[in-house]
């Protein structure tokens, strides 16, 4: 089958994309628990100097690994997450007063996430409502004489997505468990940028393989792959 | 704890897991529960990061970093294994699609209320995946120390940290006893040597039931 129309190319530079995150005030990022975190970008906002961000994702990582490196060099001021357990630099911080956090249960992050990909404005949720810390400041809705409490969607300036592949239109594919929060953070971005270890050319990906469709994509750079040491390969 | 220990706890947490069950285990001693399921026993294993078929630990050298457990631990997959994304992760649970999730605990009381997410003013790890897979795992059982660093009892009547969930824990294992709780009460179902009812019940706060089979003085 042949097109007369050829979809748009979204290569972008690192510095086309640190300029795009050096003017936005949330940063919305896929991984967990530094799996799947975009390790090019993250040294492009270290070495940028970037700072007073506010970050939306699942977890802080670790203090040497992923997006925790941020928390670590003092670049945030908030983050929303679930977990900031396997990063004590976050604990301190936060306990400190020097870094909001905002937690929200895993499933709940996810859909709040979600949401604010797929265009709602939130969602209801039956889980969290014997934990104060999650009910605080929530409305609760009655649905068929059930509980739920009723969450808001999340959207940022800007997401950070890391991909296995990636062509030149946006249309991505993920490796393994790293595709975890990444295809509903690439939703959930005003802006979204994919940092990928491969880029094909537009037409090479099967579309039947294709996890995020490249319509919500603004920009694709290439990784230069990981340069951190993964907690279990220090024993 | 000992490695002993640890390992006595994850074969008999291990004995609750059936045929055709999937099961969410968490991070620390509930990972090594996967290794005492007989390969004869057909088990999907949940992780949360969005893997359904966790397989065991590859050889070492083999490691596809992106691969892991929700520990960041690299695993292998199973036959008949899927990866998905956070949102089908959790709709596996929510759905309650899990038969069982096997994790930790900082305090649990006697009528199944559960405490693992935070100690005020000294750590805040967040609540994770926890709330979701304690409220709507068909089972939840935990794998914890009987008592505290300081000795205290981590089964109380009433848990005096913040919950992550209320009245959700079915089976306690600690390394001194297995526990139930029924709504008839917190049943006392096994004690392991060298311990013997008395230690046990000296160690936990509320008054233990006895299973008539429960052996020891």
């Known amino acids: 089958m042949t097109s007369r129309v050829k979809p748009v190319d979204k290569l972008m530079t690192l510095e086309h994309a640190l300029d795009l995150i050096e003017t936005c005030e949330s940063v919305m990022f896929g991984g967990f628990g530094g799996v799947g975190n975009p390790p090019t970008l993250i040294d492009g906002i270290l070495e940028r100097g970037i700072t007073g961000l506010t970050l939306i994702g699942n977890d802080a990582g670790f203090p040497d690994i992923g997006i925790g490196r941020l928390i670590s060099e003092r670049r945030v001021k908030k983050i929303i997450a679930s977990h900031i357990g396997s990063n004590p630099v976050a604990g301190k911080q936060m306990t400190d007063g020097d870094l909001e956090v905002e937690f929200s249960p895993q499933g709940t992050l996810a859909e709040r996430i979600r949401a604010g990909g797929v265009g709602l404005g939130g969602v209801l949720v039956d889980t969290g409502l014997n934990n104060e810390a999650v009910t605080k400041g929530k409305k609760r809705i009655m649905i068929k004489g059930c509980p739920y409490l009723l969450e808001t969607a999340l959207t940022a300036d800007v997401s950070i997505v890391y991909a296995k592949k990636a062509d030149k239109y946006g249309n991505a594919v993920y490796d393994t468990s790293a595709r975890n929060t990444n295809p509903l953070v690439a939703m959930a971005g005003n802006v979204t940028i994919i940092e990928a270890a491969e880029i094909v050319e537009t037409g090479e990906l099967n579309p039947e393989e294709v996890v995020t469709p490249g319509v919500f994509v603004d920009g694709v750079l290439k990784s230069k792959g990981v340069n951190w040491t993964w907690a279990w390969e220090k024993k | ?217």
Request: proline share 6%.
């Open chain 2, 1 to 217: 704890m000992g490695k002993e220990i640890r390992h006595q706890m994850a074969r008999r947490a291990a004995r609750e897991i059936h045929a055709g069950m999937v099961v969410n285990l968490g991070i620390g001693i509930p990972t090594l529960v996967a290794d005492y399921v007989p390969d004869t026993t057909p088990v999907m294993f949940h992780a949360e990061n969005g893997v359904l078929g966790t397989g065991p630990s590859p050889v070492q050298g083999q490691e596809n970093p992106f691969l892991c457990n929700a520990g960041g631990f690299p695993i292998t997959a199973s036959k008949g294994a899927s990866y998905f994304d956070s949102a089908a992760a959790f709709a596996i649970i929510r759905r309650g699609k899990l038969d069982m999730t096997i994790m930790g605990a900082l305090q649990v009381s006697e009528n199944g209320d559960l405490a693992n997410w935070i100690v005020p003013g000294k750590r805040v790890p967040g609540m994770g995946g926890a709330i979701e897979l304690a409220e709507k795992a068909g089972k939840v059982i935990i794998l914890m120390n009987h008592v505290d660093k300081e000795g205290n009892p981590k089964i109380l009547k009433k848990c005096t940290l913040p919950l992550t969930a209320a009245g959700c824990v079915n089976l306690i294992i600690t390394d001194m006893a297995v526990l139930e709780v029924k709504t008839e009460g917190l049943f006392l179902k096994e004690v392991f040597p060298p311990y013997t009812i008395r230690d046990v019940q000296e160690r936990t706060e509320p008054k233990l039931v006895l299973e008539d089979a429960v052996s020891g003085t």
